[in-house]
């Protein structure tokens, strides 16, 4: 008896690329490189990926919680719009951070400015508002503003991330890219400037 001459059925398989991606299981790393290539999925499960620590970075760095949602809703933009900046030479986890601690930098700064600015449309006084301390700060605020023009930008902008932003020296190393001990020594040195010039200006 002759075998059956009739051909098998052929089962069609799915090659591997052809199978649909799950972006979720992909790499950092490799949905960098399709995000930059121009995926806007993978520009998307990198967000989605990553926003939950952005937002508690950035909750860390602030206090204010309002500050906060903004500060990481703006880093999670620029993530968006920069992405193709990431040259790859640190991890994107590290590169990333680094732009977080940037933009609350920024919102803070800005919220501090904010708050020093006099509402215009409103000077009316509050009924327990005490106008000699109010004097007081504000000659303080002048005074802190003077002496910090009179230091090196570097040395101010470090003694602001740490003395008014509350950073952490290994959070200002990474936020204005200079080694811990360098950022040590510029607050000490911008803090006994300050000082030297506060008692010079109080003389």
Known sequence: ?????????????????????????????????????????????????????????????????????????????????????????SQF???LHRLVVNTCRDVAARQRVRRCEPLHEDE???DDADPAREADLAELRSELNAGLAG??????????????LDFSFAEIAEAVDMP???AKCYAHRARA??????????A
């Not at 992909?26 to 989605?48: F, M, N, W, Y």
């Not at 230091?151 to 008014?164: E, F, N, P, R, T």
């Open 180 to 182: 811990v001990g360098t």
């Open 124 to 126: 009316r006084v509050a």
């Open 1 to 89: 008896m002759q075998p059956s001459l009739r051909k098998r059925r052929q089962i069609p398989q799915t090659t591997r690329s052809e199978r649909p991606l799950v972006y979720e299981k992909l790499s950092d790393a490799i949905l960098v490189k399709r995000a930059k290539d121009g995926d806007k999925r993978a520009l998307e499960a990198l967000c989605e990926r990553h926003a939950a620590k952005v937002e508690r970075l950035a909750g860390h760095l602030l206090a204010d919680p309002e500050d906060a949602r903004d500060a990481a809703q703006e880093s999670l933009a620029k993530l968006c719009v920069r992405i193709g900046q990431f040259r790859g030479e």
């Open 93 to 95: 986890s590290t590169w």
């Open 151 to 164: 230091i090196s930008s570097d040395q101010a902008k470090v003694v602001v991330l740490k003395d008014a």
């Open 193 to 202: 400037g300050l000082r030297t010039r506060l008692k010079r200006d109080v």
